[in-house]
């Protein structure tokens, strides 16, 4: 292994852009297929990966909301959030915001109150019994109406508690953030925190990017890459200290791109960039090893790479405390390492 790998192993990190219906591995689809007497287009877990041969947004997507139709249960949902927890405890995450699609799962029948309760319990119990820190953010599907997503926020509010803030995802194509200005709005009066993918290479993207300045008011942006083309967009972005949550691995599946050596110029800017895993069940990657390899073609330095994992604590969505607590976690990782 080399140092630089074990480096970033150890490293205590965070993840901030994670779907957790994007982290349901082929094994766990087969297993909750037979659970659930569903037949699955696919022999085995293997035929399943190799079929994960995505070249854009919309051909994931189809195989996303495809593969999450095996997920009935309430235990369905804690048993995919506790072995996403698991792997990423593995990987030293100690912190986690994990994105959840509830549109995907009510407009098959499923209740918003047996994807919530299974997720949570398993964030409970994961705390519990592997000290991971975990909060959940929803996301509407942008494809869908607005009156729809208003719904959703509107289902949400029984558990209010149980979430930390909204996201937006699925298909940018023709689904511009202004579309859904009056839920976020909503959203930001009820004290959700507030943020929207800007997906890769999309049509108008860096329009986009200015819409949720401009027109939402986001707190954080999911992706936003495509911000390097306009620099009045990253002289915002930097004098508002928005993060940008990036998923090198989702790059290079969707894009052809990891779109590492850009990673480096956000941090050269002093853009808060941050790396995460976004489907790592469907891109085959998890945390580690989108900094693994955002690290190696961007050929960054280890401050660059402690830059990056703290970040990600502070574009956290945790109270100042325990951003503190988890930000010195680092510095003591990093002063133990120095020389090493
Ligand atoms: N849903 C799950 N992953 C997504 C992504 N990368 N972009 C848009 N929607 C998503
Ligand atoms: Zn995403």
């Known amino acids: 292994m080399t140092d630089m790998r074990r480096f970033i192993e150890r490293m205590p990190k965070a993840e901030l852009h994670v779907h957790v219906e994007g982290t349901l591995e082929p094994e766990m689809k087969f297993d909750l297929a037979r659970r659930n007497d569903i037949a699955l287009p696919y022999r085995s877990a293997e035929e399943m990966r190799a079929a994960y041969d995505f070249d854009d947004l919309p051909s994931f997507l189809k195989m996303y909301y ?27 995450v100690v912190y986690a915001e994990m994105f959840f699609d509830p549109q995907a799962h009510t407009t098959r029948g499923i209740d918003y109150d047996t994807v919530i309760r299974g997720i949570r319990r398993a964030q409970v119990d994961a705390q519990d019994r ?63 925190g507030l943020t929207m993918h800007c997906d890769v290479d999309q049509e108008n993207s860096t329009r986009h990017i200015w819409q949720t300045l401009e027109d939402i008011g986001v707190d954080r942006i999911d992706h936003g890459v495509n911000s390097l083309e306009d620099e009045a967009l990253c002289d ?85 405390e325990e951003q503190r607590g988890l930000l010195s976690r680092l510095e003591s990782y990093v002063a133990s390492e120095a020389g090493a």
């Open 66 to 92: 495809e593969g999450m139709g095996v997920l009935q249960a309430e235990q369905d949902f804690y048993d995919l959030t506790t072995a996403y927890l698991t792997k990423a405890h593995s990987q030293n």
């Open 130 to 192: 592997l000290g991971i820190r975990t909060q959940l953010i929803m996301c509407f599907l942008r494809d869908m109406s607005a009156d729809s997503a208003m719904a959703t926020l509107e289902q949400s509010l029984p558990y209010r508690d149980w979430l930390v803030g909204v996201g937006l995802d699925s298909d940018e194509k023709g689904n511009p953030p202004i579309k859904f200005k009056a839920v976020f709005d909503r959203a930001r009066a009820e004290g959700y």
């Open 236 to 320: 915002e972005i930097v004098q508002r200290g928005l993060a940008l949550t990036v998923c090198p691995i989702s790059n290079k599946c969707i894009t052809g791109s990891l779109k590492a050596v850009e990673i480096r110029r956000m941090l050269e800017k002093g853009m808060r960039a941050t790396v995460n895993s976004d489907d790592p069940a469907y891109f085959l990657g998890y945390v580690q090893e989108n900094l693994v390899a955002t690290q190696k073609e961007a050929d960054l330095s280890r401050d660059q790479v402690v830059r990056l994992a703290a970040n990600a604590f502070e574009a956290s969505w945790l109270p100042a």
